[in-house]
């Protein structure tokens, strides 16, 4: 799966996180291997040196993104009943993203540069991380009969994970003005209310 976070290097993910910003604060257009150097007051061949293209600079920020949410997630697991375990998936994701808002618009903007089949195969990866932690919570929670069993798992991973998605692109546009983790909760409450038997 990519870059392990543990083969990005300090100055690489620097990189990462100043793109990150521009891509908030200017769109994909106004990331340009030319605005990021002069943002990081690097020289353009420095950026050149970790970095062949914007491209790949996207691709690593979500692999990044990926992998570092594989990483939080994976010890979350294994801690409480399914219903505490769905909440603490999504509260670990508000608060990830409340901390690094600027990978945000990365992870959460539809059509972030459709043409390129790299970053949308690693906008998948992202959406398989979250999945193989979601799906056996919902599956688990099925079996033992406090999730309903009248939508089969995959499907409710796709409500859910739609929901929770449309969240996040609203608070982007909103400029990330209301308090995710709050306005988060309130989703969690009432997705859980949705999908648990009455």
């Given at each position: 799966?990519?870059?392990?976070?543990?083969?990005?290097?300090?100055?690489?993910?620097?990189i990462?996180?100043?793109?990150?910003?521009?891509?908030?604060?200017?769109?994909?257009?106004?990331?340009?291997?030319?605005?990021?150097?002069?943002?990081?007051?690097?020289?353009?061949?420095?950026?050149?040196?970790?970095?062949?293209?914007?491209?790949?600079?996207?691709?690593?920020?979500?692999?990044?993104?990926?992998?570092?949410?594989?990483?939080?997630?994976?010890?979350l697991?294994?801690?409480?009943?399914?219903?505490?375990?769905?909440?603490?998936?999504?509260?670990?994701?508000?608060?990830?993203?409340?901390?690094?808002?600027?990978?945000?618009?990365?992870?959460?903007?539809?059509?972030?540069?459709?043409?390129?089949?790299?970053?949308?195969?690693?906008?998948?990866?992202?959406?398989?991380?979250k999945?193989?932690?979601?799906?056996?919570?919902?599956?688990?929670?099925?079996?033992?009969?406090?999730?309903?069993?009248?939508i089969?798992?995959?499907?409710?991973?796709?409500?859910?994970?739609?929901?929770?998605?449309?969240?996040?692109?609203?608070?982007?546009?909103?400029?990330?003005?209301?308090?995710i983790?709050?306005?988060?909760?309130?989703?969690?409450?009432?997705?859980?209310?949705?999908?648990k038997?009455?």
């Amino acid at each position: 799966m990519g870059m392990a976070i543990t083969e990005i290097s300090d100055r690489q993910l620097e990189i990462i996180e100043a793109a990150g910003k521009i891509l908030s604060s200017d769109g994909v257009s106004g990331l340009t291997i030319k605005n990021l150097a002069r943002q990081m007051k690097f020289s353009e061949a420095a950026i050149y040196r970790h970095f062949t293209s914007k491209e790949e600079i996207i691709v690593a920020m979500l692999d990044y993104v990926a992998e570092s949410m594989d990483e939080r997630y994976s010890q979350l697991s294994g801690t409480g009943d399914p219903e505490e375990r769905f909440r603490a998936v999504f509260q670990e994701q508000f608060r990830f993203f409340r901390k690094n808002p600027h990978f945000v618009v990365a992870v959460f903007s539809d059509g972030l540069m459709e043409e390129s089949k790299r970053i949308n195969e690693a906008i998948a990866r992202v959406m398989a991380v979250k999945m193989k932690h979601l799906a056996p919570i919902i599956r688990e929670g099925q079996v033992s009969g406090i999730f309903t069993l009248a939508i089969p798992c995959e499907d409710m991973v796709h409500v859910v994970m739609g929901a929770i998605r449309l969240h996040m692109f609203k608070w982007r546009i909103a400029n990330f003005q209301s308090d995710i983790r709050k306005t988060g909760d309130h989703l969690i409450q009432s997705l859980l209310t949705l999908i648990k038997n009455k």
